[in-house]
Structures are given as structure tokens and as C-alpha cells.
């Protein structure tokens, strides 16, 4: 078997990739997530158009896909499996001891990219990785390639091993993290495809998962050092009915800060109390957002409210204290962690784009727990800004860290003030191929006759809400201006609850830890038919309920001015600076634009001329007399410089 036939089919199988294809028509393979009362509108029933999220998607799609797939063979993430199943000779490649998982978010993104794009080609290098992986799979359902390969001797140094056991070091051999990947990879890809090929490996390993973990005779009592087995079991349940999966899912999550149980992990991995008396978002980011969106999963699913309300205190936390204006999460370098409240340094800022992505999967659980306007407004934040800032615009370079700030100068262990091809750790790049062929499925929602309006991009979707067939569509220059054109077709009444952002109702977050400087006059409006049918604000959405007709002309408009936030005077790196925004979209400002960019300092009282310029793909730009400022975003894709989002304040 050599590799190398595979990178060159992928090369050819992406190059003719046209995300434009028709849809699949496959049926819905997995139930109604029982317990939220919203539902998200599959990507299978969502077709994109829309000139900025489509070319990101296809970027990632034609590009980036590619790309990644070509480093894990480069750096032996392919091999791994093959020695471990003893088609190789040879020892373990790469650093990490989740390497395993770079194959399977690809494989991940790559079908999400089959629901809404099918494409016979790219399946079947789908099922040359699959047969792969399946070949380090252990008979008993066990896969860790690194542990197979050799147990006594971990790719990194910081996995303690004493006597090459399994499951002895699961504070970091992320044995249980590999699995996780595996299971979200392996539900998605079951769901693109139909075929089984992918889920039996993932459900021959849970399966031992459940036989070895938990109360009982001969079973570990344990919990994983890293979460994300918790969502990966609870999504193997909702396929497969299988109890044992959720419930494992559970008995993971009671039993963290339980000293009775295991030797506590710590703070670091959420582990030092339990999960529902956690109050305040602490340790290491990623690990926290993926453990909050399987407890969120828990309140749902079993109505469990001492979750519900665990989740509740979190997210204010977070959202009041311990998130910066990009929607980024994870303040410090050390240990990839929130901070302390309000600490929130620029320059030094981690901000891990694996932290943004996992944020938005637990916002959108919360909003399909709850419907409530705020955790979209959040995910809007996050999209725009402190997500896709980790991906490049040629879609092959990446940030891990995402600072406020760069100097130009300063390096981080994996990060710097300009974009890297690849990580020894290279979990962002390819976390990012997992979610970006996702986004189509955050736009709309449904419940009972409600249909959600979540995000403002031109799509076409088509909503089965409730054996009745809704057909809406939405054209606009989002997030350039915030003029939105739609149409909806029902055959009786239902009720459409398009959302007004955050930043349009004057609230920068739904909590007070930023604040626009003036409160803008200008008023979000919904037209339908020229006025002639009224439309009321509701709970941060206009809410409409008619039989809806295909010649209804529905106009949206969400002004957009320049913007100054301040932030929380607890927040002490921003005091006397104010950062600017326009839409959803924050602005910084590079020295390559700003040839005197020391002395750059603005007024709350500076007027600001918008303008669509072609440089970065097309962005518009904010400028006067003192300075230009570009979208968040789009920083460091023009070469090493330094950069700002907080500016301080003219005190002439």
C-alpha cells in the first residue's frame, strides 16, 4: 500500500471539488436531538451563495483540504495506522499523541462538504483514509495509534507512561480524546455517505469504551484528561439508540471533581469540582468549551437541571468576564487557559482558534436548548471575528494563538505575529476543516411552526417543519452592508423570527464587559410588502406569523456605521483605548497600511470613511486623516508587521 497514490488522487479528486454540485438526496440518518426544542436546519437542506461565506467554504474545500491531507502524510499520520496494524515497519511519527485526530476532523470536514456537495471522487479517497484507519484499529475495538505502536515510549514527552498500560496516563495520553474524534468524525461521515464502513470502527471502540469505564467489577473508574468523548458518545446514541453511550457520556462528566473516583486532574481539565457546581470557566479553553457543550447535551436530553443551571453560570462567566471583543476565548499561553476575571491581555492573548470553534458548538446547542437571541449574538461575534481569523487567505496558513496585538515581534511556543504553514501540534488546521463546511447548518433553525432566521447570508434552504414545506431564501451583501432581501413560501401560517444582531440593538456582548461608546439613533427595520404587513421586535427578533406567499417582498435593514467600544474598566490592558467595528466586523490596523503606526491614536468624535477596496480579497476599509483599518480578520496575510484592535484615546 503506498500513500503516495492516495495524496494524488486527493490532488485530482479536489481540484475538479465544484461545491456548486447538487445536493444529496440521502435521508435524514440521524433522529430530532430529543429535549431541545429547536432544530437546526441540516447543510443537506441549505444551499449557500453568498460572496463571503462561500468562498471561505470553497477555499477550505479546493485548498485546504487538500493541503492538510498532504502534511498528514508528510508527517506519518498516515503511517501510524499502517505500523500500528503491522502493514509498516518502523516507529511512531510526530509529536502529539492526538495525531490520530487530524485524519479524522479532515475526514469530518470533508463530509460535511459531501451532505451539501456530493461527489463520487472525494468519497472514495474518504474510503481509502477509512480503510486506513481501519487497519490500526486493535481487535478488540482499541485505537491509539502511538499506544499500539510502542505503549512504553509516547511522541511527547509530558505523557508520563510507567508500565505501558492502557488508560494508565489519561490526564495526557488523550486516548479517550482520539476516540472522541472519532466518533464526531465517524457520525458525520455516516450521515454524508450511508455506509457503515467508518461507523463500526467507531462503534466497535465505544463499545469498548462502555465495557471498560465506569462503577463495577473489572471496569476504571476515570474520567478523560482532555473532553470531547462526551459529545462524540452522546452522537453514537442519537444514531443508534444505544443507552449505554449516553450514559457513559454522563457518568464521565458526574464523576469529574470526584476524589473518590480518581486522582483529581485539576483546574486545568475542569476537574477539580463537580461539573454542577462549577460556577466560573477555568483551565485549559478547548477542553472547557467541549465539556460545556456535552453537559449542555445532558440538560437537554435527560432534563437534568442541575446541568441546565451549571451551563447558565458558565456562560455568564465567560461571556461577562472572560471573553475578548472578537468573540476569542483562552486569555493566557500557559496551559491554553481562561484567565482570572477581566483578564484580557492583547499582545499576549491566546485566543486558540480550536477554543472559538468549540465556543460556537456549544452556543448552538444552547440556542437550540433555549432559542434566545444572546447565543447568536455570540456566534456571530466568534464567526466573523476570532474564528476565521485562524485561517489564511490562501486557505494553506493558520493561526493557533489569535492576538489582539502584534509588536512584530513576539513568538509564542505556537504562535507568532504572522501565519504558520503547519504546527507540531496541527489540531487548528484541521479543527477548521472540520467546522467551516458546517457553517450552512447555523443559518436557519426550526421548531413546531417557527422557523429562526439566525444569520444574514445569501442561501436557499428548504425546511420541513413539520411535514409542511417552507421554502426560504435571503440575498444580501452581509456582512458589507446590512441590507437583506427575502422571500418565504408557506402553504399556512407559521411564524419566521428573523434576529436582529447585537450589534444593531447597541450591545456589543449580552453582558456588560463592552459597550459602544455613543448609542447609535439608527433603527434596525423589517418591510414586508412595501409595510404593508406589521412586523413587532420580540426578545431581539422581528417576529412575524402569516401564511407566507413566494411574491412576499421581505426587506431587513440593520444600519451600519463606525463603531467605538470601550471596554469594562475591570478590564485594565484596555483602559483609555477604544477599538472600532463596523457591522458585525471588529477592525484592527496594520503597520503595512499605517506607516506611522506608534503614534496612532483615535477620538470617540473621529468620522470614519467606509470604502470596498479590492486589497485582502475585497474588504471595506475604515480611513480618515490618521489611520486605515482593516477587518480582524484579515490581519497578517500581507507579511510581518505590527497591529492593533485597541487603540488609545487622542487625549489632545
Given amino acids: 500500500?503506498?500513500?503516495?497514490?492516495?495524496?494524488?488522487?486527493?490532488?485530482?479528486?479536489?481540484?475538479?471539488?465544484?461545491?456548486?454540485?447538487?445536493?444529496?438526496?440521502?435521508?435524514?440518518?440521524?433522529?430530532?436531538?430529543?429535549?431541545?426544542?429547536?432544530?437546526?436546519?441540516?447543510?443537506?437542506?441549505?444551499?449557500?451563495?453568498?460572496?463571503?461565506?462561500?468562498?471561505?467554504?470553497?477555499?477550505?474545500?479546493?485548498?485546504?483540504?487538500?493541503?492538510?491531507?498532504?502534511?498528514?502524510?508528510?508527517?506519518?499520520?498516515?503511517?501510524?495506522?499502517?505500523?500500528?496494524?503491522?502493514?509498516?515497519?518502523?516507529?511512531?511519527?510526530?509529536a502529539m499523541p492526538f495525531d490520530d485526530t487530524d485524519v479524522y476532523k479532515i475526514i469530518e470536514g470533508a463530509s460535511n462538504s459531501l451532505i451539501s456537495a456530493p461527489n463520487a471522487a472525494l468519497e472514495t479517497v474518504l474510503d481509502s483514509l477509512v480503510s486506513i484507519i481501519k487497519v490500526g484499529q486493535e481487535p478488540d475495538g482499541y485505537l491509539?495509534?502511538?499506544?499500539?505502536?510502542?505503549?512504553?515510549?509516547?511522541?511527547?514527552?509530558?505523557?508520563?507512561?510507567?508500565?505501558?498500560?492502557?488508560?494508565?496516563?489519561?490526564?495526557m495520553s488523550h486516548e479517550l480524546y482520539n476516540a472522541g474524534h472519532l466518533y464526531e468524525a465517524a457520525a458525520v461521515h455516516y450521515k454524508a455517505t450511508g455506509k457503515r464502513n467508518f461507523l463500526d470502527i467507531a462503534l466497535k471502540n465505544a463499545d469498548l469504551m462502555v465495557n471498560t469505564f465506569g462503577d463495577g467489577e473489572h471496569k476504571i473508574s476515570a474520567v478523560p484528561g482532555h473532553q470531547i468523548i462526551e459529545t462524540g458518545l452522546i452522537k453514537l446514541f442519537q444514531i443508534t439508540g444505544k443507552e449505554d453511550y449516553i450514559n457513559l457520556a454522563k457518568y464521565f462528566l458526574d464523576n469529574r471533581g470526584n476524589p473518590h473516583n480518581h486522582k483529581l486532574f485539576g483546574p486545568y481539565s475542569q476537574d477539580h469540582i463537580p461539573v454542577v457546581q462549577q460556577d466560573e470557566v477555568v483551565g485549559h479553553a478547548v477542553r472547557a468549551v467541549y465539556m460545556y457543550a456535552a453537559m449542555t447535551d445532558i440538560a437537554a436530553i435527560k432534563k437534568d437541571s442541575l446541568y441546565a443551571s451549571a451551563v447558565d453560570k458558565l456562560w455568564n462567566n465567560m461571556v461577562s468576564k472572560k471573553m475578548y471583543v472578537t468573540g476569542g476565548i483562552g486569555a493566557k499561553h500557559d496551559g491554553e487557559a481562561?484567565?482570572?476575571?477581566?483578564?484580557?491581555?492583547?499582545?499576549?492573548?491566546?485566543?486558540?482558534?480550536?477554543?472559538?470553534?468549540?465556543?460556537?458548538?456549544?452556543?448552538?446547542?444552547?440556542?437550540?436548548?433555549?432559542?434566545?437571541?444572546?447565543?447568536?449574538?455570540?456566534?456571530?461575534?466568534?464567526?466573523?471575528?476570532?474564528?476565521?481569523?485562524?485561517?489564511?487567505?490562501?486557505?494553506?496558513?493558520?493561526?493557533?494563538?489569535n492576538a489582539l496585538e502584534s509588536d512584530g515581534?513576539?513568538?509564542?511556543?505556537?504562535?507568532?505575529?504572522?501565519?504558520?504553514?503547519?504546527?507540531?501540534?496541527?489540531?487548528?488546521?484541521?479543527?477548521?476543516?472540520?467546522?467551516?463546511?458546517?457553517?450552512?447548518?447555523?443559518?436557519?433553525?426550526?421548531?413546531?411552526?417557527?422557523?429562526?432566521?439566525?444569520?444574514?447570508?445569501?442561501?436557499?434552504?428548504?425546511?420541513?417543519?413539520?411535514?409542511?414545506?417552507?421554502?426560504?431564501?435571503?440575498?444580501?451583501?452581509?456582512?458589507?452592508?446590512?441590507?437583506?432581501?427575502?422571500?418565504?413560501?408557506?402553504?399556512?401560517?407559521?411564524?419566521?423570527?428573523?434576529?436582529?444582531?447585537?450589534?444593531?440593538?447597541?450591545?456589543?456582548?449580552?453582558?456588560?464587559?463592552?459597550?459602544?461608546?455613543?448609542?447609535?439613533?439608527?433603527?434596525?427595520?423589517?418591510?414586508?410588502?412595501?409595510?404593508?404587513?406589521?412586523?413587532?421586535?420580540?426578545?431581539?427578533?422581528?417576529?412575524?406569523?402569516?401564511?407566507?406567499?413566494?411574491?412576499d417582498k421581505i426587506e431587513l435593514n440593520f444600519p451600519m456605521e463606525v463603531r467605538t467600544i470601550k471596554a469594562n474598566d475591570k478590564v485594565i490592558e484596555d483602559k483609555e483605548k477604544i477599538a472600532l467595528e463596523y457591522g458585525p466586523l471588529v477592525y484592527a490596523v496594520e503597520e503595512i497600511d499605517n506607516p506611522k503606526f506608534d503614534a496612532i491614536s483615535v477620538s470617540t468624535s473621529d468620522e470614519f470613511t467606509v470604502q470596498k477596496e479590492s486589497i485582502l480579497e475585497g474588504v471595506n476599509t475604515l480611513t480618515n486623516y490618521k489611520l486605515k483599518a482593516i477587518p480582524y480578520y484579515a490581519w497578517s496575510n500581507r507579511g510581518v508587521g505590527k497591529m492593533k484592535v485597541w487603540l488609545p484615546i487622542t487625549t489632545n
Fill in 338 to 401: 481562561f484567565g482570572e476575571n477581566y483578564e484580557l491581555p492583547n499582545l499576549t492573548a491566546y485566543n486558540e482558534t480550536c477554543a472559538a470553534i468549540g465556543d460556537v458548538y456549544w452556543n448552538h446547542r444552547l440556542h437550540n436548548l433555549k432559542g434566545d437571541v444572546k447565543y447568536f449574538d455570540v456566534i456571530e461575534r466568534t464567526l466573523y471575528n476570532g474564528l476565521i481569523s485562524g485561517l489564511s487567505l490562501d486557505g494553506t496558513n493558520f493561526f493557533y494563538p
Fill in 144 to 171: 491509539t495509534t502511538w499506544r499500539t505502536i510502542n505503549p512504553a515510549k509516547p511522541p511527547a514527552t509530558w505523557v508520563e507512561v510507567k508500565e505501558g498500560k492502557r488508560w494508565e496516563a489519561l490526564f
Fill in 1 to 94: 500500500m503506498k500513500l503516495t497514490k492516495y495524496t494524488i488522487a486527493v490532488i485530482t479528486v479536489l481540484a475538479l471539488f465544484n461545491c456548486k454540485s447538487d445536493k444529496n438526496n440521502i435521508s435524514e440518518l440521524e433522529e430530532p436531538k430529543a429535549g431541545y426544542q429547536i432544530e437546526p436546519v441540516d447543510i443537506q437542506h441549505v444551499k449557500i451563495t453568498d460572496d463571503f461565506w462561500l468562498p471561505i467554504i470553497k477555499r477550505v474545500q479546493e485548498k485546504t483540504i487538500e493541503y492538510a491531507i498532504a502534511k498528514c502524510e508528510e508527517e506519518g499520520r498516515l503511517d501510524n495506522f499502517l505500523i500500528a496494524g503491522g502493514e509498516m515497519k518502523g516507529t511512531v511519527k510526530g
Fill in 409 to 551: 515581534v513576539y513568538k509564542s511556543n505556537r504562535g507568532s505575529c504572522t501565519r504558520q504553514s503547519w504546527f507540531d501540534c496541527s489540531c487548528c488546521p484541521t479543527n477548521v476543516i472540520r467546522f467551516v463546511p458546517s457553517i450552512p447548518g447555523l443559518i436557519y433553525s426550526k421548531a413546531n411552526k417557527t422557523v429562526y432566521v439566525n444569520l444574514y447570508a445569501s442561501s436557499h434552504a428548504d425546511i420541513d417543519l413539520n411535514g409542511q414545506k417552507v421554502k426560504v431564501s435571503q440575498e444580501t451583501a452581509y456582512p458589507w452592508n446590512g441590507k437583506v432581501n427575502m422571500t418565504v413560501e408557506s402553504n399556512s401560517d407559521i411564524t419566521v423570527k428573523f434576529r436582529v444582531p447585537g450589534w444593531s440593538r447597541n450591545e456589543v456582548l449580552p453582558s456588560d464587559l463592552y459597550a459602544y461608546v455613543n448609542t447609535s439613533q439608527v433603527q434596525p427595520t423589517l418591510t414586508i410588502n412595501d409595510g404593508k404587513v406589521e412586523a413587532s421586535l420580540k426578545d431581539g427578533y422581528f417576529e412575524v406569523t402569516r401564511k407566507w406567499k413566494a411574491d
